[in-house]
């Protein structure tokens, strides 16, 4: 169907009004209730009260007067409660008849499982009391416009049962193991009503998951033989996923407390400042004037609004409103603006530096610091970013789109570059400036350098806001009236300077003075609380305006609003850990992760690239329903040490980290993908299309998202692992350059329309740019296979540094055979002796094989899995290969082909650039 049919279609339809679209966000986001006054205020002021807290537990405040300091599993308890709390005032519950089953049929399930669970001589009475409850309360009703008494019941009591673990934690800590009576109590009625709140604030697809995983953890004797398990008595479970941190108040409800919740609070007051509106002014002047500029302007504010919001939803709904009308201006259609806007949001999620909340997770998960996994993170994310603006070229080129008529003429093309360069260098002599500044000011001031760097901040400041007070007021533009000319750049740009200073304080703590993320955050947002509170009363000074008392009342006003919008944000996230910590909880218990290897095994053949495909399509399934936090922690609990254990028995040697990132791009794409697709469903509300549809085109923009994942698992350079600044650079433009192919491969159009070979050869260059390695090991293999007897020998001749890989037979954790590679870096030494020695290995003859007879403790060798009693099968030594980039020759050779049989078939266009 064509664009125009479409667009013709999409016409009859009116996309919603804002008020609609509020309420839309509010009821996936924030909570769709709207109650009377006093229960309003209620909320508003619990939840700032909440982020109140959270800025004190992480500041240094506590440590400096003695007073108010909380513990992890304390001040998780309190996270936990609000959030508990918050979920049944703000949430009303749903009553379509699959939501009634749920919300009836899970706590009779629970009842049921409790009393099964439940070891003989322990009080039972109380159990069908409290699932009773919570279904009485379900039965009873959830009305739109006020709090019925018993969802304040089921908020007081879920508070409470978090609040248990504060207020009992000596007591606790006095029986671990042996819980008794009112831990019985507290823990069924605390995971009845989380899984409750897990409904109402986040549907139902992670309360099923969890309800399972429960299920299976009392009922293992009765399951299948490969996940069969001896099951878990109701006191075990009690002590592991209430009583302990090992389940609900584990590491992920950890990381919503400690990091996660001050990254989205600083989003929220940033955007109450007015960054939002900036980001998306600054897009437009500097790119609405391209071909089918709109859109590309909606990627480029979407990646910036991706720094303030951790909400596909949400992201989309900022920019959106904004830029799919505009879109459809210069000829998208409904479908496609909505598409491109769903894209570039979800995309927000994976650009660093503030990754959305499984970029925390990831950092206690594989055990490496944050600014390793921005570094990982950052060529995937900024490669995807401009293939997107890449497809939105392709598609205005398809359908001849022009774009926004310039506010103001352009430089000549030479005064333009010297202009660029002179900024350039600007920015990077303050940069240096700062950083050898900061460098000096630490040693000469010593414990008061936090004073004076901030006093120096704030006549930045105050400066910046000066100088953007020169320039008229940024007004949010009405999408809907008619363009006559797009803002002007340099007044736009200098009009919101003030705004990147929080996010380079952010981005300086984190990545230069390497901070924890939860300190940078604190500092970042008390940076935020600081500029809300005085930006508008300095505007009212600089432009003259008087009335400093309205001024400050505007500004107290915006920053209750943006502590209110940061607590609101983070009930789904705070609800999602806490339920995805029963799945985790539930894994460490049972064991049923070395059981799902064998069943991946099984279903996958062994072979890694399908392990990947499952672990792709199960990522996708379980996002269907879950929020990404939730579907990352699943999904990277049960399937992220399969791949790299059976990755390892197929020779291939995958970091941990790569099959985070894998797993985590593949839960964001479930935004994306019909029929669930819930950022697809927010832009086609927002653009009146069709929202499978848009669905569908967002899917077919998002490949180049799931193309990258499979590729950074075989190819490690792309996540700057073992790379060093020139390689990184050169990796990131051939990246770049793969990725556009890529995307021309699969949007159907480089220089014109392709024809199925030229996909075909485009497809081909475009991996043979991403992974050279694959062509250059068949034509010259990197390893030579080496019978064990000269392993010692194959020690001798490699060059210290060297990779050397050995295949070994062994056994695994619970006894079974297994076969792997395991990868060992040739040490120093004369001999091969010598070197053997300095990994940790002793190995011996025994009838005619080569035998591990001891391993060092702490030794490279034990670090790679290797142990005593093991087999050497065969040593697989390095050999000289010539560099794989070779292999860009005939790429570029099949390239050139292609290029010229489409520039022969190329018809001139009118453009305008």
Not at 288 to 294: A, E, I, N, V
Not at 819 to 841: N, S, Y
Not at 843 to 848: E, N, Q, S, T, V
Request: net charge neutral.
């Amino acid at each position: 169907m064509t664009d125009n049919t479409t667009s013709a279609e999409s016409a009859e339809r009116k996309g919603l009004s804002q008020a609609e679209i509020d309420e839309l966000v509010a009821s996936s986001d924030t909570g769709g209730r709207v109650p009377s006054l006093p229960i309003a205020r209620l909320i508003t002021w619990t939840a700032i009260v909440w982020s109140l807290f959270q800025l004190w537990i992480a500041s240094p405040l506590p440590f400096m007067i003695g007073f108010g300091v909380f513990n992890d599993t304390e001040a998780r308890s309190f996270h936990l409660a609000f959030a508990l709390f918050l979920a049944f005032l703000a949430y009303p519950a749903a009553r379509s008849p699959v939501q009634l089953v749920l919300g009836i049929g899970v706590p009779a399930l629970m009842t049921v499982l409790f009393v099964y669970g439940a070891k003989e001589g322990t009080p039972i009475w109380w159990i069908p009391l409290v699932g009773a409850g919570v279904i009485a309360a379900v039965l009873l009703g959830s009305p739109k416009d006020r709090v019925p008494p018993w969802e304040w019941a089921l908020a007081i009591l879920g508070a409470a049962s978090s609040l248990y673990l504060y207020f009992a934690y000596d007591a606790i800590s006095s029986r671990v193991g042996a819980p008794i009576l009112p831990d019985f109590v507290v823990a069924a009625i605390g995971i009845m009503v989380l899984l409750e709140a897990t409904r109402r604030a986040l549907g139902p697809a992670l309360m099923i998951v969890a309800s399972v995983f429960l299920a299976y953890t009392f009922l293992g004797p009765m399951m299948p033989g490969i996940i069969a398990h001896k099951g878990n008595n109701l006191s075990e479970v009690v002590n592991h996923q209430w009583i302990t941190t090992e389940g609900v108040f584990g590491i992920a409800l950890g990381v919503s407390t400690s990091f996660v919740f001050l990254f989205v609070l600083f989003g929220s007051l940033l955007d109450k400042a007015g960054a939002g509106n900036y980001f998306i002014q600054v897009a437009f002047s500097l790119m609405g004037h391209m071909r089918g500029g709109p859109a590309k302007a909606a990627v480029v504010s979407s990646a910036m609004t991706g720094l303030i919001s951790g909400s596909s939803i949400a992201n989309v709904v900022t920019t959106g409103t904004f830029t799919i009308p505009l879109m459809k201006r210069v000829g998208f259609s409904s479908e496609k603006a909505g598409a491109v806007e769903v894209a570039s949001s979800v995309n927000g999620q994976i650009m660093p530096p503030v990754m959305g909340a499984a970029a925390f997770l990831m950092v206690e998960y594989v055990g490496i610091p944050y600014f390793d996994v921005v570094k990982h993170a950052f060529v995937p994310a900024v490669i995807s970013y401009i293939a997107l603006v890449y497809i939105v070229h392709l598609e205005a080129m398809k359908a001849n789109m022009q774009g926004l008529p310039r506010a103001v003429e352009p430089k000549p093309l030479v005064a333009w570059l010297i202009s660029l360069a002179f900024t350039v260098a600007a920015i990077c002599a303050l940069s240096l400036a700062v950083y050898y500044g900061m460098g000096w000011i630490r040693p000469a001031f010593g414990a008061s350098a936090g004073y004076v760097v901030f006093v120096l901040l704030v006549i930045t400041y105050v400066g910046l806001l000066g100088f953007a007070c020169r320039e008229p007021r940024l007004k949010m533009e009405d999408p809907n009236a008619p363009v006559t000319k797009l803002p002007v750049p340099g007044p736009t740009i200098r009009a919101g300077l003030h705004f990147l200073l929080p996010v380079v304080v952010l981005v300086w703590a984190l990545m230069v003075d390497r901070l924890s993320p939860g300190l940078s955050a604190f500092w970042a947002a008390a940076f935020m609380v600081f500029i809300l509170l005085t930006q508008r009363p300095l505007e009212a000074m600089f432009r003259g305006e008087g009335d400093y008392g309205a001024a400050m009342r505007n500004g107290v006003r915006e920053l209750i609003e943006g502590l209110e919008a940061g607590a609101r944000n983070m009930i789904g996230i705070g609800i999602a850990t806490a339920t995805a910590g029963i799945i985790v909880g539930a894994v460490s218990q049972t064991g049923v992760g070395s059981a799902l290897a064998d069943v991946v095994e099984v279903l996958s053949g062994g072979n890694i690239l399908a392990i990947l495909a499952l672990t792709a399509v199960l990522s996708l399934i379980l996002g269907m329903g879950l929020p990404t936090t939730a579907n990352y922690i699943v999904v990277s609990a049960l399937l992220a040490p399969v791949i790299v254990s059976l990755g390892q028995q197929n020779g291939l040697i995958v970091p941990l980290i790569a099959v985070h990132l894998f797993v985590f791009y593949f839960g964001i794409m479930a935004d994306v993908t019909p029929p669930v697709g819930l950022a697809s469903f927010a832009a086609a509300a927002v653009s009146g299309g069709d929202p499978i549809r848009t669905g569908v085109v967002a899917f077919f923009y998002s490949l180049r998202t799931a193309a990258l994942p499979f590729l950074f698992i075989f190819n490690t350079d792309l996540l700057l692992i073992d790379v060093d600044w020139i390689h990184g650079i050169f990796v990131f433009i051939t990246a770049t350059i793969a990725m556009l192919l890529f995307a021309a491969a699969t949007q159907g159009w480089f220089l014109t329309r392709n024809r199925i070979w030229e996909t075909v050869l485009l497809l081909l260059v475009a991996f043979t740019f991403f992974r050279p390695g694959f062509w250059m090991d068949m034509v010259a293999p990197p390893f030579k296979n080496l019978p064990p007897a000269q392993f010692e020998q194959a020690m001798g001749d490699a060059m210290p540094g060297a990779e050397m890989r050995l295949t070994v037979n062994g056994l695994n954790a619970v006894g079974d055979p297994v076969t792997f590679t395991a990868p060992l870096t040739v040490p120093e030494g004369e001999t091969g002796a010598d070197r053997l020695l300095a990994t940790g290995i002793e190995a011996i003859d025994r009838d005619g094989k080569t035998i591990i007879d001891n391993v060092a403790f702490d030794s490279p060798a034990q670090k790679v899995g290797l142990d005593w009693d093991q087999e050497i099968v065969s040593v697989m030594a390095p050999q000289s290969q010539p560099t794989k980039y070779l292999m860009y020759l005939p790429a570029l050779l099949i390239l050139a082909l292609v290029v010229w049989m489409q520039r022969r078939r190329v018809e001139p266009q009118p453009a305008h650039a």
